[in-house]
């Protein structure tokens, strides 16, 4: 049971999941009349026993009628309110309710100042549940301590205001160390990819992690959180198969009269660092544009299988992507939309990128289409992960082509015609290629997808 902070306030049993046992985000009501959380809820929908059958409510074990799910706003108004107040009371919990593990069994990450390492927090009434413990050591540099509290301020903003982050649960002090106490996740996308054939995920499982991440980034963004350090190891993922963003510790909060700043030196990770990273006086300082950069990165890596410039040095990557204006390349077979917007993401200028709640939206449109071309999301969700289908380029409508030209800034009422948007679409991949963002152009309807084979 995720409680936050732990000891001022204890959870009202109306504020958990009763699939997660968690305090939920995002309350859901289905047709059984129980709240549930969205994420676990679709999850318990798309299971392989109800593939041809009407789901049963976890609740009470009966069929629904429907996988109808409303919002519950009133709900999660109150649990906003309850992290809110339970927030002023501290975060600190007592010593001797958590047990670390100091074997290097328990290691269960690394973060920029300290291992994070498998925990034990007491619950009481013998209970417990296991945690992830990240520790600044007695020993760290006034830098790092800095670091600690930045971290620290961001994870209390982010777990009390948004959905697609690491859960903070509390800070504890133990024999000179601080350490922030964490709910313990699955993994992280990085150990998937590494384990996955070719490195490499299917378009359609790349697009619902995509659809997840970027939905983390934009609710961070609208708290005016950088994050700074976007990348798989810093994906983390629950036993639902929902995905988090984690590792705060080069983020920053910015404000509306100091929508940029200037790094005292180079920080991220070399493979997914933005220009403005790299040379920060060069472009007027770093913001929120970076983490759309990152994010790009990230969504090609999963589709190609290979980590941005990998094997080069930084120097090699400086000269590409600061000097040169040079981005990893945009795999084939994203839907078209999907990767005209990366491409986008990849702008050398940063105010030419696009913000992270229309990346947001492109995908799920992208999503949503394929969806209904299949069948819905229940059959969408259960097929064998492969290609998305492809068609010729007649079968482009003039409705994508619109949203096409939309994105990239274009005006459409101007242009009536379908074959003129085809062309206009043409040229826009024929430069895309030659700068070595796509393959060639190939197309269905209503899902279309770039550099596809065949």
Same mark, same amino acid.
């Given at each position: 049971? !995720?409680?936050?902070?732990? !000891?001022?306030?204890?959870?009202?049993? &109306?504020?958990?999941?009763?699939?997660?046992?968690?305090?939920?985000? @995002?309350?859901?009501?289905? @047709? #059984?009349?129980?709240?549930?959380?969205?994420?676990? =809820?679709?999850?318990?929908?798309?299971?392989?026993?109800?593939? @041809? /059958?009407? $789901? /049963?409510?976890?609740?009470?074990?009966?069929? +629904?009628?429907?996988?109808?799910?409303?919002?519950?706003?009133?709900?999660?108004?109150?649990?906003?309110?309850?992290?809110?107040?339970?927030?002023?009371?501290?975060?600190?919990?007592?010593?001797?309710? =958590?047990?670390?593990?100091?074997?290097?069994?328990?290691?269960? %990450?690394?973060?920029?100042?300290?291992?994070?390492?498998?925990?034990?927090?007491?619950?009481?009434?013998?209970?417990?549940?296991?945690?992830?413990?990240?520790?600044?050591?007695? /020993?760290? $540099?006034?830098?790092?301590?800095?670091?600690? @509290?930045?971290?620290?301020?961001?994870?209390?903003?982010?777990?009390?205001?948004?959905?697609?982050?690491?859960?903070?649960?509390?800070?504890?002090?133990?024999?000179?160390?601080?350490?922030?106490?964490?709910?313990?996740?699955?993994?992280?996308?990085?150990?998937?990819?590494?384990?996955?054939?070719?490195?490499?995920?299917?378009?359609?499982?790349?697009? #619902? =992690?995509?659809?997840?991440?970027?939905?983390?980034?934009?609710?961070?963004? &609208?708290?005016?959180?950088? =994050?700074?350090? +976007?990348?798989?190891?810093?994906?983390?993922?629950?036993?639902?198969?929902?995905?988090?963003?984690?590792?705060?510790?080069?983020?920053?909060?910015?404000?509306?009269?100091?929508?940029?700043?200037?790094?005292?030196?180079?920080?991220?990770?070399?493979?997914?660092?933005?220009?403005?990273?790299?040379?920060?006086?060069?472009?007027?300082?770093?913001?929120?544009?970076?983490?759309?950069?990152?994010?790009?990165?990230?969504?090609?890596?999963?589709?190609?299988? *290979?980590?941005?410039?990998?094997?080069?040095?930084?120097?090699?990557?400086?000269?590409?992507?600061?000097?040169?204006?040079?981005?990893?390349?945009?795999?084939?077979?994203?839907?078209?939309?999907?990767?005209?917007?990366?491409?986008?993401?990849?702008?050398?200028?940063?105010? *030419?990128? $696009?913000?992270?709640?229309?990346?947001?939206?492109?995908?799920?449109?992208?999503?949503? !289409?394929?969806?209904?071309?299949?069948?819905?999301?229940?059959?969408?969700?259960?097929?064998?992960?492969?290609?998305? $289908?492809?068609?010729?380029?007649?079968?482009?409508?003039?409705?994508? +082509?619109?949203?096409?030209? &939309?994105?990239?800034?274009?005006?459409?009422?101007?242009?009536?015609?379908? /074959?003129?948007?085809?062309?206009?679409?043409?040229?826009?991949?024929?430069?895309?290629?030659?700068? %070595?963002?796509?393959?060639?152009?190939?197309?269905?309807?209503?899902?279309?997808?770039?550099?596809?084979?065949?």
């Amino acid at each position: 049971m !995720e409680l936050m902070p732990m !000891e001022a306030h204890a959870a009202k049993q &109306a504020y958990l999941c009763p699939i997660t046992g968690e305090v939920m985000v @995002d309350p859901v009501v289905a @047709d #059984d009349g129980h709240t549930y959380e969205q994420a676990a =809820i679709e999850n318990w929908f798309n299971q392989e026993q109800f593939a @041809d /059958t009407d $789901p /049963t409510s976890p609740k009470t074990g009966v069929p +629904l009628e429907s996988r109808r799910l409303v919002r519950n706003h009133a709900l999660r108004q109150v649990i906003e309110d309850w992290r809110e107040s339970a927030a002023k009371g501290g975060w600190n919990i007592e010593p001797s309710l =958590i047990e670390i593990g100091w074997t290097d069994a328990d290691i269960v %990450g690394k973060g920029g100042y300290g291992m994070v390492r498998r925990g034990v927090l007491k619950l009481g009434q013998g209970k417990s549940m296991a945690v992830a413990v990240k520790t600044l050591p007695d /020993t760290a $540099p006034e830098a790092e301590r800095k670091t600690f @509290d930045g971290e620290l301020k961001v994870l209390s903003l982010a777990t009390i205001r948004c959905q697609g982050v690491c859960r903070l649960l509390g800070t504890t002090l133990q024999d000179g160390q601080m350490h922030l106490v964490m709910k313990l996740y699955a993994g992280s996308l990085f150990r998937q990819l590494m384990k996955a054939p070719g490195r490499r995920f299917e378009v359609r499982r790349t697009l #619902d =992690i995509m659809q997840q991440v970027c939905r983390g980034v934009a609710e961070l963004h &609208a708290q005016q959180v950088v =994050i700074g350090d +976007l990348k798989p190891s810093n994906i983390l993922y629950d036993q639902f198969g929902h995905y988090v963003i984690a590792d705060f510790g080069m983020s920053r909060i910015v404000d509306g009269t100091m929508s940029r700043f200037l790094p005292t030196s180079v920080q991220g990770t070399l493979a997914y660092m933005a220009p403005e990273q790299f040379d920060p006086d060069g472009f007027g300082g770093v913001g929120l544009e970076c983490d759309l950069w990152a994010l790009a990165c990230t969504v090609c890596e999963m589709i190609s299988g *290979e980590c941005p410039w990998k094997g080069l040095k930084m120097a090699a990557v400086v000269r590409k992507v600061s000097v040169n204006g040079e981005h990893p390349p945009i795999p084939a077979g994203l839907p078209l939309a999907v990767a005209v917007t990366l491409r986008r993401c990849f702008s050398r200028q940063p105010r *030419e990128r $696009p913000k992270a709640h229309e990346v947001l939206e492109t995908v799920a449109q992208a999503i949503a !289409e394929a969806q209904a071309q299949e069948g819905g999301p229940g059959s969408w969700a259960r097929r064998p992960q492969s290609a998305m $289908p492809v068609g010729s380029e007649d079968d482009l409508s003039a409705a994508e +082509l619109r949203r096409v030209v &939309a994105l990239m800034g274009g005006n459409c009422e101007s242009v009536n015609d379908k /074959t003129r948007l085809l062309s206009l679409v043409r040229r826009l991949m024929t430069v895309a290629r030659r700068s %070595g963002s796509a393959g060639p152009v190939r197309s269905s309807n209503p899902v279309t997808a770039v550099g596809s084979s065949g």
